[in-house]
């Protein structure tokens, strides 16, 4: 079975990442030449890491749209959550490992900065491009998420196409303030180690969002169960089928963001002769099947009154 396709707003959020840090870093990394900007070397390095991530993202979507074959059964759908893994370790091991080196080395050996007007103009630019970035990501976010609070739908999301590309958006501009006070205080004061000093609060703040994302894409790597709501409309689906006398607790696990697995033991009644037992256990797996879309893999695993105890 192929598994489910991603909805194209996650696709669209990931392009518009792709071309507005592609942009961005080029122009972050020719201001800090001309002024010699500790903290905009540190923003084109953030910039560069995010365009690599966001094609990563890309190939894991396109990667988890193979069709299943003998090799993977259950089709190709964690390549998804890999490779959002490896994104989450590229920004702790490129944003913020090397954006703390170069703000450590800029307040050892601190130099004034040459013609801060650049680093301005292209914060200002950055701005913008990043807003309008985050601005898709969040819109796709917000339109999964519905009317839970923001850090449980966080928490809970089987999908970080969209909240992997939101907070390195988000990251993206709380970047920006820091490196632009930076700038601002270093010309200002005359005290070039304020700059180095934004560099490393831009690299702690790539740590911790790049923590947040590894937590939460290896918990999906790891399979991540059903919401308890929906195992239990399940549950109440196949209890009230005549035959069935008792659900134990189901057992399921996300293979992609809308693809569920479902282990669903039952205890049926023992005078149903084998044949209905059969039609029995392949009209449930249709049921849930229509009732719940992400549901894609059923198995039914018949039990006796003992094993259910």
């Not at 999908?159 to 920006?176: I, K, Q, R």
């Not at 790049?210 to 790597?221: D, F, P």
């Not at 059923?298 to 105890?309: K, S, Y």
Request: with cysteine; charged share 15%; hydrophobic share 50%.
């Amino acid at each position: 079975m192929a598994t489910a396709p991603q909805p194209p707003e996650s696709k669209t959020a990931i392009v518009a990442a792709l071309v507005a840090n592609l942009g961005i870093a080029a122009i972050k990394f020719v201001a800090a030449w001309f002024t010699g900007s500790s903290a905009m070397l540190s923003e084109g390095i953030h910039s560069l890491v995010d365009t690599a991530n966001e094609w990563l993202l890309l190939l894991g979507l396109r990667r988890s749209r193979q069709p299943a074959d003998e090799n993977r059964p259950f089709g190709y759908g964690k390549e998804l959550y890999f490779w959002a893994f490896v994104v989450a370790i590229f920004i702790f091991a490129l944003g913020g490992g090397l954006s703390l080196y170069e703000g450590i080395e800029h307040l050892r050996h601190p130099e004034p900065l040459q013609s801060p007007a650049w680093n301005y103009v292209v914060l200002g630019l950055a701005f913008c491009f990043d807003g309008y970035s985050f601005l898709v990501g969040r819109r796709t976010f917000n339109a999964q998420r519905g009317r839970q609070p923001f850090w449980r739908a966080f928490r809970t999301s089987k999908d970080p196409s969209t909240f992997v590309v939101l907070f390195e958006d988000a990251s993206d501009l709380l970047g920006l303030l820091l490196a632009f006070l930076g700038v601002f205080f270093s010309h200002f004061f005359q005290q070039p180690w304020l700059d180095g000093a934004a560099s490393v609060g831009i690299g702690l703040l790539l740590l911790v969002v790049a923590g947040l994302l590894l937590r939460e894409t290896k918990s999906l790597l790891l399979g991540e169960p059903a919401d308890a709501a929906l195992l239990r409309q399940v549950t109440a689906l196949a209890q009230a089928e005549p035959g069935v006398v008792r659900v134990a607790a189901p057992l399921s696990t996300y293979l992609s963001p809308h693809e569920i697995l479902l282990v669903l033991p039952v205890e049926f009644a023992p005078e149903l002769p084998a044949a209905e037992l059969t039609q029995l256990v392949e009209k449930l797996r249709a049921a849930i099947k229509q009732a719940q879309a992400d549901i894609k893999h059923v198995f039914v695993q018949p039990v006796t009154p003992r094993e259910n105890e």
